[in-house]
């Protein structure tokens, strides 16, 4: 069983940065893989970014690429996204996903834990 824990975000002015954190709790939570994804009113959860469990795989979503940086401190249980360059399109609420394997990817129904969200405003 995996707790998480997501904070971090805000209110920001386009072209701006946040970092977003979560914690985890639970002992196994090393061998997990991560994710980040976001909802924004009136539209479908969609991918962010993934890392392994090992931090040797990520995977960003198109729209974020170059923008987005996700990682992960295994030895504090916690895993970031630093956002740079933000956009009013970034505009959602942001939860950060977990599950057991060593890898998962863009797929959210393949993420058996979720944290409750935090909200990332952009402003233009």
């Known amino acids: 069983q995996v707790q998480l824990v997501e904070s971090g975000g805000g209110l920001v002015q386009a072209g701006g940065s946040l970092r977003l954190s979560c914690a985890a709790s639970?002992?196994?939570?090393?061998?997990?893989?991560m994710g980040w994804f976001r909802q924004a009113p009136g539209k479908e959860r969609e991918f962010v970014a993934a890392?392994?469990?090992?931090?040797?795989?990520?995977d960003y979503a198109d729209s974020v690429k170059g923008r987005f940086t996700i990682s992960r401190d295994n030895a504090k249980n916690m895993v970031y996204l630093q956002m740079n360059s933000l956009k009013p399109e970034d505009t959602a609420v942001y939860y950060c996903?977990?599950?057991?394997?060593?890898?998962?990817?863009?797929?959210?129904?393949?993420?058996?834990?979720w944290g409750q969200g935090t909200q990332v405003t952009v402003s233009s």
């Open positions: 996903a977990a599950d057991g394997s060593s890898w998962r990817g863009w797929d959210p129904y393949e993420y058996d834990y």
């Open positions: 639970g002992r196994t939570f090393i061998s997990y893989a």
């Open positions: 890392i392994s469990w090992s931090r040797g795989t990520t």
